[in-house]
């Protein structure tokens, strides 16, 4: 059982009795004539049992404790002394340094250790008596050989393993001699005369030097190495005597400085880190952290962008269409011209030109057809798309060949009668199920009136669709299945429902068109009888009998959509058809004096801009190079062009349906539902608004769905101020706890984000799939 039955089989009467128990009244003389007389025989017995400190207490903190405790005298004695006669003494509280030092005492006075022993007492295992303890015996003799009792001797070698062993040593021990007279030879080399050793003390002398006049670093143009530290020049070994005479004659030997070292490599600085008689860098400071510390040389190696994020910043330049400055380089002319050329970025497109038109004199200066939309509401099956679909055919919108190239497909899949509807039902998940899904628009003209269709879904789970069609008509066609059975459950299913939608929407002009009537052979009765329950029904919804007629009609046949009905079964129905009761339909007042506002219905890349909108002006009058706001993202955009009934346009004013292209703002920042505006007079972003709701089902504090057109948020039923009187609005209960369906009320939802929304709009509360509520906000 669903929430929503639980709640109609419960008895109201006897739940909002006990909420009336329970009410909390804002003054005293809300008060019944018995919470009076208890009231004042309380006080009096409160004030006789407190006798001499009854002075100490007032009369309203009596009264306040009675009610509290339910005009229980002891209690509330027991409060009042308690609490304003003789309240209990307060401890002084210690202050904050006497807390400090009582828990730096705690943390400073030592723990006593507890011993090992003390630690494990309680665990099993160190309780095991000796009995069970487990001793280790010592083999009585050594194992000889493996543990799988081998001998433990290598084992047996074939010839072959011999010789192959015998190779090796050999090999061994040749490699071995000859690395000891490399070594030796090496050494022979070595001189110790002194040509040799000015020879090998020259700073760029021998295999050295080579190495270092082409080594890769010098080449790269590192900074030249430098000696670590001077050295004296050695001395041959000589006698002692002749090297104490050399001494005392010849002089001081020069200071010849060291062969200069090469620096280690990238991989070597890496791991070891510099020389010790390295020259000190300065440590880079962009990696403050220790383990991050790289030497000089592997920073160069990641000192210049990676591939990747040169390819981002040409992206983000590309995007920003800035014009990037091209440094010269050599090379020839023509690498020069390219590269410059190469450089050169177009800038944004420039604002598109305002004629600066007074749009509403040009709007009365046109001599266009008034413009009207309607929406075709009704029970799902009931007909709706057929019937508009042999409405466009019978005008010659659509040609007898187009329908019959729709026939030819609907049989392949086995829905021969559904050629008519997918004329409007062109989605293929809507062809497939047989039902119209989304709100589906189509255009025909008459002499007088450029209609728009607004075809909306029947079923039940696509309400939000049928709400944002409702939104944008002037007034509607509500259709209904004549068939037997199926005008009954119609009535039960969505007929009531989208009556009461279209209606708190603001429609105020219904045609009720009662559609398959020629399966019960066109009869009058069935005509009569669904006339009478349906009219009873949109009466008690707010629906005028001036603005509400009846037409029988064939949707499937034509019969009076656009000619009278041949048939002379329905020779009794006189009245008008279905094309001659839209022309005497008059549309809604235009809001041509207000701020610009039109809610976006859909959103598309087209040919002339790659941002455009389409939806029904609601108020206000537009031109193209105007600037427009969008909530509630807040972007601005300026309108490039305007299609008003997809003819080009220089203006378009409230009522009309228009796409227009956007220019100078990202796709990003635009929704279906979103709103644009005026920038001098912008609508305003709500979080919560007061609602005068008319209840469709019981409401209280709940989460509900708000939907406005194609808006659609989250929201809460935060408090129900008031009840109102349907008639004169005033209040007729304060903060009522439930509200029944069919009532009035006052009450306060609060969002879950910013939603663009003003007073004077219409919105339509949902919750679990069921509409509860539609109102007006204030």
């Not at 292209?661 to 920038?679: A, E, Q």
């Not at 004169?728 to 069919?742: N, R």
Request: hydrophobic share 35%; net charge neutral; aromatic share 6%.
């Amino acid at each position: 059982m669903s929430r929503h039955q639980a709640v109609r089989n419960l008895d109201y009467e006897e739940v909002l009795d006990e909420y009336d128990g329970y009410e909390e009244e804002e003054d005293d003389d809300e008060l019944s004539p018995e919470d009076k007389a208890l009231m004042t025989q309380g006080t009096a017995d409160v004030q006789a049992a407190l006798s001499v400190e009854a002075s100490k207490v007032t009369t309203k903190q009596i009264e306040e404790a009675l009610w509290h405790y339910y005009y229980d005298i002891d209690k509330t004695v027991t409060y009042l002394v308690s609490k304003f006669i003789s309240p209990p003494e307060k401890t002084p509280k210690a202050s904050k340094a006497e807390k400090t030092t009582q828990t730096t005492n705690a943390q400073i006075s030592p723990k006593p250790r507890e011993s090992f022993a003390a630690f494990f007492r309680d665990m099993p295992w160190g309780n095991i008596p000796k009995h069970r303890e487990t001793i280790f015996i010592p083999p009585q003799r050594p194992l000889v050989g493996g543990l799988l009792g081998g001998s433990g001797s290598p084992p047996k070698m074939s010839k072959l393993q011999k010789l192959a062993a015998a190779r090796k040593k050999k090999a061994e021990e040749k490699s071995a001699q000859e690395a000891m007279e490399q070594t030796r030879t090496k050494m022979t080399e070595l001189s110790v005369d002194d040509t040799q050793r000015a020879k090998e003390n020259s700073p760029l002398a021998g295999a050295f030097g080579k190495r270092l006049k082409t080594s890769p670093s010098t080449a790269e143009g590192r900074n030249p190495l430098t000696p670590a530290e001077p050295i004296r020049a050695e001395v041959s070994q000589q006698p002692l005597e002749e090297i104490s005479n050399e001494q005392a004659t010849a002089p001081e030997p020069e200071l010849v400085p060291s062969p200069e070292k090469a620096q280690p490599s990238s991989f070597a600085q890496t791991l070891f880190g510099y020389p010790s008689d390295a020259p000190k860098r300065k440590r880079m400071e962009l990696y403050p952290l220790p383990y991050a510390y790289f030497a000089p040389s592997v920073l160069d190696a990641f000192s210049k962008p990676s591939p990747d994020d040169v390819v981002l910043a040409a992206q983000a330049k590309a995007g920003k269409k800035t014009v990037v400055p091209q440094t010269k380089k050599k090379g020839s002319s023509a690498d020069a011209v390219a590269s410059e050329v190469k450089g050169l970025k177009i800038e944004d497109a420039p604002l598109p030109r305002s004629k600066n038109l007074d749009v509403l004199s040009e709007f009365e200066k046109s001599e266009s057809k008034k413009a009207a939309s309607f929406v075709v509401v009704g029970h799902v099956d009931a007909g709706k798309s057929t019937m508009m679909g042999r409405l466009l055919l019978d005008l010659g919108v659509i040609d007898q060949r187009t329908v019959e190239k729709l026939r030819q497909e609907a049989e392949k899949i086995g829905k021969t009668s559904f050629a008519l509807a997918w004329v409007l039902d062109q989605r293929v998940e809507e062809r497939a199920r047989g039902v119209t899904i989304d709100i589906a628009t189509n255009r025909f003209e008459t002499e007088t009136t450029a209609f728009t269709i607004l075809d909306a879904p029947g079923h039940r789970d696509f309400i939000p669709n049928m709400i944002a069609g409702a939104s944008q008509a002037d007034f509607a066609i509500l259709v209904i299945d004549a068939g037997t059975g199926a005008f009954e459950s119609g009535l039960k299913g969505q007929t009531k429902e989208h009556s009461l939608l279209i209606r708190s929407m603001g429609v105020s002009r219904i045609i009720v068109a009662i559609n398959k009537l020629d399966t019960v052979d066109w009869s009058q009765e069935r005509f009569d009888e669904i006339r009478h329950q349906v009219a009873g029904f949109l009466s008690a919804t707010g629906f005028q009998a001036k603005n509400t007629t009846f037409v029988p009609v064939s949707g499937l046949n034509g019969d009076n959509l656009v000619r009278k009905s041949s048939d002379p079964a329905v020779s009794w129905y006189t009245g008008a058809t279905l094309l001659e009761e839209l022309e005497n339909s008059e549309p809604n007042k235009r809001a041509l004096a207000k701020p610009f506002r039109t809610t976006i219905s859909e959103v598309f890349r087209s040919q002339q801009s790659p941002l455009s909108i389409s939806g029904r002006i609601d108020a206000g009058s537009v031109q193209m190079g105007d600037a427009i706001l969008v909530q509630p993202s807040g972007e601005k955009a300026y309108i490039k062009s305007i299609l008003v009934d997809e003819t080009p346009s220089d203006w378009a004013v409230a009522g009309q349906n228009v796409v227009i292209n956007l220019s100078n703002i990202d796709p990003m920042h635009v929704r279906v539902g979103d709103i644009i505006c005026d920038p001098a007079k912008p609508i305003p972003c709500v979080e919560s608004f007061t609602l005068k709701a008319l209840a469709f089902d019981f409401l209280m504090p709940m989460q509900v769905d708000v939907h406005r057109g194609r808006l659609h948020a989250a929201g809460k039923i935060e408090s129900i101020s008031a009840l109102l009187d349907k008639v004169t609005g005033s209040v007729t209960k304060k903060k009522p706890k439930i509200v029944k369906p069919g009532m009035v009320a006052r009450i306060v939802v609060k969002l879950g984000s910013k939603v663009p929304l003003e007073a004077g709009q219409r919105v339509v509360l949902r919750s679990g799939g069921e509409t509860v509520a539609a109102g007006l906000l204030e």
